[in-house]
DNA sequence: CTACTTGCAAAATTTTTGCAACTGA
DNA sequence: TCAGTTGCAAAAATTTTGCAAGTAG
């Protein structure tokens, strides 16, 4: 977490990574804990704690802060926005058409100076509705 | 939080639905707590999560997940967006010129199906800034 | 070799809960 | 009186950390 640490490739980094890369489910620790478990029986949960913010710290994976009591995980680092379903707490990707203007702010003091927003939406899944 | 209790009226609930209307920054329950010690010197930070929770409940306040470790309470239950220093963490209201128009999101099997979002901007705040 | 990584267990942080005494309507 | 409220302490839930043994480069 020290950010002057040359980190060293570790295969149980690298498969949390690949893991998180390949499911489009927005996985918590916990649920990466027992899918990794199958590959490594003696994994700690710990320690994926600690590879999931080493992931995040390099920028391949990021945290996702949904709104929940536990923070979820996302492959894909560049920002984007997800779906929430206020049934099943699933959450998926969202495309956006368009980047969101930010002009839409209208607190002078603060328009020019935004770097960035993060915008998430709600509703009930496809699976829910039925 | 059982959603068929028909809450009393309590001098200590009320006070913190008051103090939250009247302060612009957005506390986490320590911060109230402290601030009620005051005013209750043996209140509990177990009853002021109680007390919160109630009025998160009734609808008069808002609970906002901002990414942090805690939470953070907001007296304006109305939703409305956000302005998060990435730099002290303070929080502060912003409006927007005109409501967010959610046909931006191109998944078509959702975006009929969008009951809410939750938009937030990230940046410096003016006094970090100097 | 030297630093990074791991497993294990303990600890830290934030929030919730059980219980008995208290209180408002 | 009765159901909701409070203080206190313990517990729950999620995440972090210390340490000694292991391992990559």
Redesign the pocket.
Known sequence: ?DSK?????????DTIQEMLMNRKDHP???TLFFELKKE?P??????V???L??LVEQGVIQRLDLGS???RFDGNAAPHSHFICTICNSVSDVDLKFDLDVSIVSNESLAGHISGYKLDFFGVCEKCRR
Chains 1, 2 share one sequence.
């Open positions: 977490m640490i040359k980190y060293r490739k570790s295969r149980q980094r918590t620790a916990d490594f003696d994994l700690s949960l710990g320690n704690y600690r590879n913010n080493i009591t536990f923070n």
